[in-house]
């Protein structure tokens, strides 16, 4: 499979780029400065330079590609997150249109994961303020892909937590509910979350459907 990874350096992205990498997946791994330093060199990795606002630039790198995948953030730095993220999801899924490829898959946010009582987690009590931005923004973009019927999207909530860990191979994958441990901790490393994600695009299933990936 080809795939145009938008994000390639990320925490998120470069262990998708890792995950397909090593199970015979060609990847075009897009930053906006064609670089991805912490992945090492693999003859089915491109990198390429382009801003993921620009749709044009997109679908010229995404022409031939079986499926796109974006894991890149909004804003972190205090600047408006949602405008602005927004823009960038209307421009993926222009270029992913433009260049006729039909799946997508968008790493999404937990923060709109349902946690009973009709609140999602970015409403509880206690939700980290330096969070909330993000997770607001994550929340509008799932809205957009919730209308979207052209597409073969699948926007994939990560657990609460996920950072940098193991490749164990053993998760849980579920809908638009929060998925918490035994000791109630929603957690996943994001080699597992790569492996999941993966999986769904091999699989081809999920389609225009939100999951979420958790131990
Ligand atoms: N628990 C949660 O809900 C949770 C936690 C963490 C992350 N996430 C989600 O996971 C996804 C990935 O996050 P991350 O932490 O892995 O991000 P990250 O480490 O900051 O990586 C972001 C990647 O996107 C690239 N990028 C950023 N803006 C770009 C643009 N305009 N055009 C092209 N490339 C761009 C960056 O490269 P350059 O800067 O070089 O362009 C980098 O490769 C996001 O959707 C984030 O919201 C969710």
């Known amino acids: 499979m080809k795939i145009l990874l938008i994000g390639a350096s990320g925490m998120v992205g470069s262990r998708v780029a890792a ?4 199970r015979g997946h060609e990847v075009v791994g897009v930053t906006r400065g064609g670089r ?11 990198l390429a330079a382009a801003d993921a606002g620009d749709a044009k630039a997109l679908a010229g790198l995404a022409a031939g590609a079986d499926a796109v995948v974006a894991a890149l953030p909004p804003a972190r730095d205090g600047s408006p997150a949602t405008g602005p993220y927004l823009a960038v999801a209307g421009s993926i899924i222009d270029g992913t249109r433009q260049a006729e490829v039909k799946r997508l898959i968008w790493v999404g946010g937990a923060g709109s994961l349902e946690v009973g009582g009709g609140k999602r987690l970015f409403e509880t009590e206690g939700f980290p ?13 799932l809205d957009v ?16 937590e996920i950072a940098p ?24 490393s994001a080699e597992d ?18 999951i979420t990936v958790a131990y």
């Open 19 to 22: 995950e397909a990498l090593s």
């Open 145 to 160: 892909f919730r209308e979207l019927t052209d597409l073969g999207w699948t926007y994939v909530s990560p657990a609460a």
């Open 36 to 46: 991805a330093d912490d992945l090492p060199s693999h003859p089915r990795l491109t």
């Open 193 to 210: 979350f790569a492996v999941a994600l993966v999986d769904t695009l091999e699989k081809g299933d999920h389609v225009r459907e939100r």
């Open 165 to 188: 860990g193991e490749r164990t191979g053993e998760f849980r994958v579920g809908g638009d509910a929060l998925l918490s441990d035994a000791e109630g901790r929603s957690r996943v």
């Open 129 to 141: 303020e330096a969070y909330k931005a993000e997770a607001l923004a994550q929340g509008e973009v």
